[in-house]
């Protein structure tokens, strides 16, 4: 480390103002601080000291999604493999590019019960999205680093990561750098960078992506990395579900239908994450392992994380109680919604983001609250998005000033009338 800590010094004044790449100091400093503390001393007179600065948050954030990043590439080639043995078996042959090529060439093949065909076939696809990512995310952060001279922001390490596990396996290239360039540059740089965005930057560039091509974003045929085979999710499933067969509407996870015949799906393997989905979502279990990391170092807040599920637990059951033939979403029993879709991930890793949420005690449940709430009244009263959460988050991140000012504002009028009294 020594070696490594005296290369770094002697790089320094390269770097440094009035050196040959003065300009590309915030590449050097990114470097530096995430391989050593930074060396920069608070001078004052008062300040506060602590040992878990901006850059360890965010790689503890980054250490909590490491089940979630597993379960991506192992479930995206398990979900592969299966509809590639599947579409064999019926006959037809399936449409292979360049994935199964590198795949065939490692000597490995596409056997849904070999954990290493999985997991490396899985690999395959979600790492070219993460590469793309970090190459064009990371381009415009030290662009706009540059011109303001300032540091890379360190937000971008959850960003980078985030990103790429909600998006579907076979999304175009192209498309993520797109994608994630509006969430960093409109999402978040545009009102300043990290501490300044209200808006969370990887569903930012999620939802620009959604709307500007969802033909590549939503429907059955992309959350299956082969071409050829189509697939609906869960939610998809049950949000096709025809008006008036309220009570068989759970019925329908027992036969939904793919190209090669129909598959079924109990909660528990939604819980563990065994379904076709954006390729780090569909594991409620690897959300809690994340949630247990974030929770118990204190970076995330268990208050939101409580008031997310409290809010859809108690609009679900009141919807599941009050059925309404017209709307078999209403059907759905509340503990399916935690398990579908991008629910889990969105609470743990989404709406616990420290700079768009609420900053209040208060305002965390009530800001979680909404979110839960505003999730299932999506998925339940618009069949056209039976997702929900992605847009739910968005508008709870619009509305969390305006929770904390009335929070405040609540507790120094009671703090008036106390003290006056």
């Known amino acids: 480390m020594k070696l490594l800590r005296d290369m770094l010094d002697k790089l320094h004044p390269l770097f440094d103002k009035g050196g040959k790449f003065e300009k590309l100091y915030p590449v050097y400093e990114a470097a530096d601080t995430f391989l050593y503390a930074p060396g920069a001393v ?4 008062t300040h506060i000291r602590d040992a878990l600065d901006l850059k360890r948050m965010m790689s503890m954030v980054v250490m909590a999604l490491v089940p979630c990043v597993l379960m991506a590439l192992w479930n995206t080639g398990y979900q592969a493999n299966l509809a590639i043995t599947g579409l064999e078996a019926v006959g037809a042959a399936p449409k292979l590019d360049w994935h199964h090529d590198l795949h065939t060439w490692l000597g490995l093949g596409h056997d849904p019960q070999n954990l290493w065909d999985n997991i490396v076939y899985g690999a395959l696809f979600f790492f070219p999205v993460y590469i793309v990512t970090l190459a064009a995310g990371g381009t415009a952060e030290l662009i706009f680093s540059v011109i303001r001279k300032h540091e890379i922001n360190e937000g971008f390490l959850v960003t980078s990561l985030l990103f790429p596990l909600t998006l579907p396996p076979a999304i175009p290239l192209w498309q993520v750098a797109l994608g994630i360039l509006f969430g960093v540059v409109i999402g978040k740089e545009i009102f300043g960078g990290t501490g300044r ?3 969370n930057p990887a569903l930012t560039g ?3 992506l959604y709307f500007a091509y969802a033909g590549h974003m939503s429907g059955d045929k992309v959350w299956t990395a082969v071409d050829g085979f189509s697939g609906a999710t869960p939610l998809g499933q ?18 939904i239908a793919t190209t090669t015949g129909t598959q079924s799906l109990v909660w528990w393997d939604a819980f563990l994450g065994v379904m076709p989905g954006s390729m780090g979502e569909t594991s409620a279990l690897a959300c809690i392992l994340g949630a247990l990391v974030l929770i118990s170092t204190g970076i995330g807040s268990w208050r939101i994380m409580a008031g997310v599920c409290g809010g859809a637990l108690v609009l679900s059951s009141l919807l599941y109680l009050i059925p309404n033939p017209a709307n078999p979403m209403f059907g759905i029993p509340p503990w399916w919604h935690f398990v579908l879709g991008g629910f889990a991930f969105g609470t743990v890793f989404m709406a616990t983001d420290p700079v768009s949420a609420s900053m209040t005690e208060t305002g965390k449940w009530i800001y979680g609250a909404l979110i839960g709430a505003l999730t299932i009244m999506i998925r339940s009263m618009n069949p056209a998005f039976p997702e929900g959460i992605m847009l739910a988050i968005l508008f709870g991140n619009v509305f969390a000033p305006l929770i904390d000012y009335f929070v405040v504002q609540a507790n120094i009028k009671r703090r008036a009338i106390r003290y006056g009294a």
């Open 42 to 45: 608070t001078r004052g007179l």
């Open 197 to 199: 965005n209200f808006l």
């Open 238 to 255: 049950l949000a096709a579900v025809q008006p008036g067969q309220l009570n068989v509407v759970m019925d329908c996870m027992q036969n």
């Open 206 to 208: 999620r939802a620009f």
